[in-house]
T-cell receptor
Framework: GESVGLHLPTLSVQEGDNSIINCAYSNSASDYFIWYKQESGKGPQFIIDIRSNMDKRQGQRVTVLLNKTVKHLSLQIAATQPGDSAVYFCATQAGYSTLTFGKGTMLLVSP | NAGVTQTPKFRILKIGQSMTLQCTQDMNHNYMYWYRQDPGMGLKLIYYSVGAGITDKGEVPNGYNVSRSTTEDFPLRLELAAPSQTSVYFC??????????????FGPGTRLLVL
């Protein structure tokens, strides 16, 4: 079955630094990828998504990179702020299947 | 729009008790989902629905039941609560995109403790 894994369970950065959160997936049929942010005590919040026909997509202070060759996804956050501290999940989907979520990476931003 | 709302926010159950977790969305989304999230873990799909009257099992359906009589509501039923069902439960909804269920929007969660 598909597995979605994260390279680092916790990432600590200084305010103002750029953060990179990585995600590996195993299903080569995955064609839709999403990043969610989950703050303590809240539900996951959509950040950005990308489809398999793209390798890069930018939002406000966030960029998602997709490397289908090595089945790797990353989320880049520019000028990280204390409010960015949260758990970040990647999720993948293959066709009309349901989403498969990774375990999450905790991002800690120090002032 | 309120988005996805869930009630209750927190509940303590005794082993063997039953309860219904409520979920409502006002975005006219066809797809709705129930997940559970255990500490330090990702989300595991319990049940989902692609429209009123249609439900299907996810990864961990045992011990749960769902119904979908309207587009807006998707309640999750626990019949005989067990300590293994202690978790945080999230409801989500989505509008089908180009492929599959599209971006999912989540409710605030229900924390359930079974003692």
């Amino acid at each position: 079955g598909e597995s979605v894994g994260l390279h680092l369970p916790t990432l600590s950065v200084q305010e103002g630094d750029n953060s990179i959160i990585n995600c590996a997936y195993s299903n080569s049929a995955s064609d839709y990828f999403i990043w969610y942010k989950q703050e303590s005590g809240k539900g996951p919040q959509f950040i950005i998504d990308i489809r398999s026909n793209m390798d890069k997509r930018q939002g406000q202070r966030v960029t998602v990179l997709l490397n289908k060759t090595v089945k790797h996804l990353s989320l880049q956050i520019a000028a990280t702020q204390p409010g960015d501290s949260a758990v970040y999940f990647c999720a993948t989907q293959a066709g009309y299947s349901t989403l498969t979520f990774g375990k999450g990476t905790m991002l800690l931003v120090s002032p | 729009n309120a988005g996805v709302t869930q009630t209750p926010k927190f509940r303590i159950l005794k082993i063997g008790q039953s309860m219904t977790l409520q979920c409502t969305q006002d975005m006219n989304h066809n797809y709705m989902y129930w997940y559970r999230q255990d500490p330090g873990m990702g989300l595991k799909l319990i049940y989902y629905s692609v429209g009123a009257g249609i439900t299907d099992k996810g990864e961990v359906p045992n011990g749960y039941n769902v119904s979908r009589s309207t587009t807006e509501d998707f309640p999750l039923r626990l019949e005989l609560a067990a300590p293994s069902q202690t978790s945080v439960y999230f409801c989500a909804s989505s509008y089908p995109g180009l492929a599959g269920g599209g971006t999912q929007y989540f409710g605030p969660g229900t924390r359930l403790l079974v003692l």
